[in-house]
């Protein structure tokens, strides 16, 4: 066996179909990106038209297969309008990759129910109605890829975590509870855990220097993270090479929560 087919034995994503929220912009535009390089058929979920056309079309230029939705995902119709719409692009997806997200972070003292509800929503209410969507058919088929994007404050408190924090705590509980349903069913369910990543949902924090420069000196890489450093993990999480592997939390964040 040569070098090139064991890899594409591991890591290729050849005949799959991969559903991929907030994969217009940030982290979710370079796991696109990533799964759809690898082989996979791929469906982009947010919000705004002008980036999901300029995704798609980026893609569609590199001989990759994609398509988008354009979905509201912080209501329940929302939410299960584009997975319906997602599954007829390309077919029942074996992957899906929750990225969508929103960063509503004031003092806690003035944290209100609207910002509590929409965090909510949007951040662990919708992936847990896709989950519910595609995780069984994952089941029924013998083969699928749950993985959530989550975030350091899902582990610790700073820069006012708020409900933000509270969500993606939630969100990798979750991963452990859909771990626990359909892992023995093939299904596979983890999160990855970014550092700080210089995106548009960090914009208020990566405008200041000082705070930027902070946060890089708390790495081991000596360096904040970029949107590109997380295809490879994306990659092994949703082939064949990470079969043994779910209900985990990892972390890719240049050795942030650990020093």
Not at 15 to 22: D, I, N, S
Not at 184 to 210: H, K, W
């Amino acid at each position: 066996m040569t070098s090139q087919s064991y890899l594409s034995e591991l890591f290729s994503l050849d005949g799959r179909v991969a559903v991929v929220t907030g994969g217009s912009s940030g982290i979710g535009r370079a796991i696109t990106e990533a799964l759809a390089r690898a082989g996979a058929s791929v469906v982009v979920v947010a919000r705004r038209e002008a980036e999901l056309t300029r995704t798609v079309d980026a893609l569609t230029a590199q001989g990759c297969r994609a398509a988008w939705v354009s979905a509201d995902l912080a209501t329940t119709e929302g939410v299960r309008t584009a997975g319906e719409q997602a599954a007829a692009a390309f077919g029942e997806p074996d992957i899906l990759v929750n990225c969508a997200g929103v960063n509503l972070r004031p003092p806690m003292g003035e944290l209100d129910e609207d910002v509590w509800d929409t965090t909510m929503a949007v951040n662990l209410k919708a992936p847990y109605l896709l989950g519910r969507r595609f995780g069984p058919g994952m089941a029924e088929r013998g083969f699928g890829r749950i993985i959530h994007i989550t975030s350091q404050q899902a582990h610790r408190a700073f820069v006012q975590s708020g409900a933000y924090g509270v969500s993606k705590g939630g969100l990798e509980s979750l991963a452990r509870s859909q771990a626990e349903a359909w892992s023995p069913y093939g299904v596979t369910c983890n999160t990855l855990v970014p550092g700080f990543v210089m995106t548009p949902l960090n914009a208020r924090i990566s405008g200041d220097p000082e705070k930027v420069a902070a946060l890089a000196a708390r790495t081991m890489a000596g360096r904040n993270g970029l949107p590109e450093d997380f295809a490879g993990a994306a990659v092994f999480l949703a082939s064949r090479a990470s079969a043994y592997v779910t209900g985990q939390s990892v972390f890719v964040d240049g050795g942030f929560s650990v020093h």
